[in-house]
């Protein structure tokens, strides 16, 4: 039997299972076992309140949303032109701009960041090319600090935000351009009102994917951070390795899941066919 | 043939995806101990000055695993221990400790080893250290050259008088240098302990603008300084050792270094208690502790073991004569009972 005539239930039940079984079942178990501990469901919320509105978490928060926002932002920025030129490219250009995007996936994270340390630290190569060229005096602090964690995280989430602005992009029909040239708009006219209306969903669930995948984000502000880029994913490994407090754990990990379920909620929705698509 | 083995695979594998709590655990016989491990170089140096010896003198062959200390927790909390021989540091040990997921050590049915031996600070019911190592102040020569280097914590707070990018120890290293910042602000050694966290916040705020980066892991501390990121900082000495061995322009002083200490434990629900309690005595004797201690820099627990040390090795060594002067022991009992508030306070100082 073609496996297009199975029920897609069938079809998604390898995954299914296997997501269940190592994901949902042991986030389950922790958040379970952990909360457990601390005894009633009144002395849950009060620990919970505990946590919550502390000054610790507070301000991992917003270091989080704060690093999350100028990430995405940047992304964004790098990201859309890139896109556009992936969706107009042809032959070898295409291939080229693609493998540039996708080869880094390749490698693993923590050996990309490890590249960017020497790239950018106090004697590393940006600063000696700089300095070797009398364009700065001293050494630019770029890394161990906020600088650096951007950097590194922009670089990292480049690909998530080309991908899938490129598949909006690509929907867009180009003989709507055309047709809005011929009718007299100019370039910029066209770019404004008819190619960035008919990307902007892609826009949208570029941005909701990018920004979701930044706050949870740990090994890169770990390594290229200074002493106060704490984010959320890295406060919870504290409390899971560093103090043993997984009740504390385990709150701080609702409230990242809650935030995550909720953006990915709003991106389902928009990332939905567009009317790019729609019009094909 | 080929097909016929197919199958029970094809089975397996998706009875482990249904049931993953469930999976049968492989039947492992006697003949293998497996061991939690800092990993890295440090098994190359144990493999060969005591894994393989002990499975030529036995027949019981030695796995190493990584686990971090909330692994550890989770494997014993889901009643499903992994591994047999715990060699760690020891907070994490006194740790599981607490849970009661550990068994004794043995001492009494030791036969390579004589419990006598074996230095009493480190000779524990539920533990016994197996090496001691030191975090130590290290310093750039090139940009200290000659005897104008930082000579105590005090010189180290001293931005004045030694100037350039530092580095200390941050929390999720498992503690951070509240001692050193106390010693800086004048406390004797003899009386660090109880640690006044507030003073020693105090002090560490006054340095604070000259740290580049608080060090998370070994391997970070090793590159900030090798990449000149900093030209001071703590450091553990075998981490530094390896440096200037690679001809670094690196030195340290053994003056007010913090003498840590590394131990063994044993998983009361172990599935080879007794493979691990013969491994555990095993590398408590003197010469197989003075080869990994020479190799690795770090300092022997039994006491016969500095008697194979030249004199040189002996004066380099952790927790020896020289450095037991010099130095102090980290104690690690205020910092379990205290590492809770201190990680609270640390996170609200490091985020001001």
């Given at each position: 039997m073609p496996l297009g005539r199975l029920p897609a239930w069938l079809l998604l039940a390898p995954a299914l299972v296997l997501l269940f079984g190592v994901f949902l079942m042991p986030i389950g178990w922790f958040l379970v076992s952990s909360l457990r501990e601390l005894g009633t469901l009144a002395d849950i919320r009060e620990e919970m309140e505990a946590v919550l509105f502390s000054d610790t978490i507070g301000r991992v928060i917003l270091n989080t949303n704060g690093i999350g926002a100028v990430v995405t932002l940047l992304v964004l920025l790098i990201g859309y032109p890139v896109s556009y030129a992936l969706s107009r490219a042809r032959g070898f250009a295409f291939t080229l701009i693609l493998l540039c995007i996708v080869l880094p996936y390749f490698t693993s994270t923590i050996v990309r960041t490890y590249a960017w340390m020497v790239l950018l630290g106090r004697n590393g190569l940006i600063n000696q090319v700089l300095l070797g060229l009398g364009l700065i005096g001293a050494p630019l602090d770029l890394l161990y600090n906020r600088t650096g964690v951007v950097i590194g995280m922009t670089y990292v989430l480049l690909p998530y935000m080309v991908l899938t602005l490129y598949a909006a992009m690509k929907a867009v029909d180009p003989r709507l351009l055309q047709a809005a040239e011929g009718m007299g708009a100019s370039p910029g006219q066209v770019f404004r009102r008819v190619f960035m209306p008919l990307t902007l969903h892609g826009v949208v669930a570029g941005v909701l994917i990018t920004f979701i995948l930044a706050i949870g984000f740990f090994i890169t502000p770990a390594l290229m951070g200074g002493p106060a880029d704490i984010m959320i994913a890295m406060l919870i490994e504290r409390e899971v390795e560093l103090t043993q407090n997984w009740p504390t754990a385990a709150m701080m990990t609702i409230v990242l899941l809650a935030v995550t379920l909720i953006l990915y909620a709003v991106y389902s929705r928009y990332a939905e066919p567009g009317q790019g698509e729609l019009q094909r | 043939m080929t097909d016929d083995l197919k199958l029970p695979r094809r089975l397996l594998i998706g009875t482990a995806l249904a049931a993953p709590a469930t999976i049968a655990r492989p039947a492992r016989a006697d003949g293998e101990v497996i061991v939690r491990t800092p990993g890295g170089a440090y098994d190359d140096v144990m493999r060969r000055h005591v894994y393989?010896?002990?499975?030529?003198?036995?027949?019981?062959?030695?796995?190493?695993?990584?686990?971090?200390?909330?692994?550890?927790?989770?494997?014993?909390?889901?009643?499903?221990?992994?591994?047999?021989?715990?060699?760690?540091?020891?907070?994490?040990?006194?740790?599981?400790?607490?849970?009661?997921?550990?068994?004794?050590?043995?001492?009494?049915?030791?036969?390579?080893?004589?419990?006598?031996?074996?230095?009493?600070?480190?000779?524990?019911?539920?533990?016994?250290?197996?090496?001691?190592?030191?975090?130590?102040?290290?310093?750039?020569?090139?940009?200290?050259?000659?005897?104008?280097?930082?000579?105590?914590?005090?010189?180290?707070?001293?931005?004045?008088?030694?100037?350039?990018?530092?580095?200390?120890?941050?929390?999720?290293?498992?503690?951070?240098?509240?001692?050193?910042?106390?010693?800086?602000?004048?406390?004797?050694?003899?009386?660090?302990?109880?640690?006044?966290?507030?003073?020693?916040?105090?002090?560490?705020?006054?340095?604070?603008?000259?740290?580049?980066?608080?060090?998370d892991t070994g391997a970070l501390s090793a590159q900030m300084l090798s990449d000149r990121e900093v030209v001071l900082g703590s450091i553990w000495n075998g981490r530094l050792q390896t440096l200037i061995d690679r001809n670094a322009p690196l030195a340290y002083t053994w003056n007010e270094h913090m003498i840590q200490v590394q131990a063994l434990g044993i998983f009361k629900d172990a599935r080879n208690v007794e493979g691990a309690q013969r491994l555990a005595d095993f590398m408590m004797q003197p010469q197989v502790q003075a080869g990994y201690a020479k190799a690795l820099i770090y300092g022997p627990t039994n006491e016969r073991a500095f008697d194979l040390l030249t004199p040189d090795e002996r004066a380099r060594m952790p927790g020896g004569e020289n450095s037991r002067r010099s130095g102090f022991y980290q104690n690690i009992v205020w910092w379990h009972e205290n590492r809770e508030r201190v990680t609270r306070a640390w996170s609200r100082w490091v985020l001001r």
């Amino acid at each position: 039997m073609p496996l297009g005539r199975l029920p897609a239930w069938l079809l998604l039940a390898p995954a299914l299972v296997l997501l269940f079984g190592v994901f949902l079942m042991p986030i389950g178990w922790f958040l379970v076992s952990s909360l457990r501990e601390l005894g009633t469901l009144a002395d849950i919320r009060e620990e919970m309140e505990a946590v919550l509105f502390s000054d610790t978490i507070g301000r991992v928060i917003l270091n989080t949303n704060g690093i999350g926002a100028v990430v995405t932002l940047l992304v964004l920025l790098i990201g859309y032109p890139v896109s556009y030129a992936l969706s107009r490219a042809r032959g070898f250009a295409f291939t080229l701009i693609l493998l540039c995007i996708v080869l880094p996936y390749f490698t693993s994270t923590i050996v990309r960041t490890y590249a960017w340390m020497v790239l950018l630290g106090r004697n590393g190569l940006i600063n000696q090319v700089l300095l070797g060229l009398g364009l700065i005096g001293a050494p630019l602090d770029l890394l161990y600090n906020r600088t650096g964690v951007v950097i590194g995280m922009t670089y990292v989430l480049l690909p998530y935000m080309v991908l899938t602005l490129y598949a909006a992009m690509k929907a867009v029909d180009p003989r709507l351009l055309q047709a809005a040239e011929g009718m007299g708009a100019s370039p910029g006219q066209v770019f404004r009102r008819v190619f960035m209306p008919l990307t902007l969903h892609g826009v949208v669930a570029g941005v909701l994917i990018t920004f979701i995948l930044a706050i949870g984000f740990f090994i890169t502000p770990a390594l290229m951070g200074g002493p106060a880029d704490i984010m959320i994913a890295m406060l919870i490994e504290r409390e899971v390795e560093l103090t043993q407090n997984w009740p504390t754990a385990a709150m701080m990990t609702i409230v990242l899941l809650a935030v995550t379920l909720i953006l990915y909620a709003v991106y389902s929705r928009y990332a939905e066919p567009g009317q790019g698509e729609l019009q094909r | 043939m080929t097909d016929d083995l197919k199958l029970p695979r094809r089975l397996l594998i998706g009875t482990a995806l249904a049931a993953p709590a469930t999976i049968a655990r492989p039947a492992r016989a006697d003949g293998e101990v497996i061991v939690r491990t800092p990993g890295g170089a440090y098994d190359d140096v144990m493999r060969r000055h005591v894994y393989d010896p002990f499975t030529r003198e036995t027949g019981i062959r030695v796995t190493v695993v990584a686990a971090t200390a909330a692994k550890l927790i989770a494997m014993f909390r889901a009643n499903n221990v992994e591994l047999d021989l715990i060699d760690t540091g020891d907070a994490q040990l006194m740790t599981l400790e607490g849970m009661g997921a550990l068994a004794p050590i043995a001492y009494d049915r030791w036969r390579w080893s004589k419990p006598e031996d074996v230095t009493s600070e480190v000779k524990l019911p539920y533990r016994v250290g197996n090496f001691t190592y030191a975090t130590v102040l290290a310093y750039n020569r090139e940009s200290f050259p000659g005897d104008n280097h930082p000579k105590s914590w005090a010189d180290f707070w001293d931005a004045g008088r030694f100037p350039g990018p530092r580095m200390l120890a941050d929390i999720a290293s498992a503690s951070v240098n509240l001692e050193f910042a106390l010693l800086a602000d004048g406390v004797p050694k003899d009386q660090l302990y109880p640690i006044d966290l507030d003073r020693a916040l105090r002090s560490m705020s006054r340095i604070r603008p000259q740290i580049r980066r608080f060090w998370d892991t070994g391997a970070l501390s090793a590159q900030m300084l090798s990449d000149r990121e900093v030209v001071l900082g703590s450091i553990w000495n075998g981490r530094l050792q390896t440096l200037i061995d690679r001809n670094a322009p690196l030195a340290y002083t053994w003056n007010e270094h913090m003498i840590q200490v590394q131990a063994l434990g044993i998983f009361k629900d172990a599935r080879n208690v007794e493979g691990a309690q013969r491994l555990a005595d095993f590398m408590m004797q003197p010469q197989v502790q003075a080869g990994y201690a020479k190799a690795l820099i770090y300092g022997p627990t039994n006491e016969r073991a500095f008697d194979l040390l030249t004199p040189d090795e002996r004066a380099r060594m952790p927790g020896g004569e020289n450095s037991r002067r010099s130095g102090f022991y980290q104690n690690i009992v205020w910092w379990h009972e205290n590492r809770e508030r201190v990680t609270r306070a640390w996170s609200r100082w490091v985020l001001r």
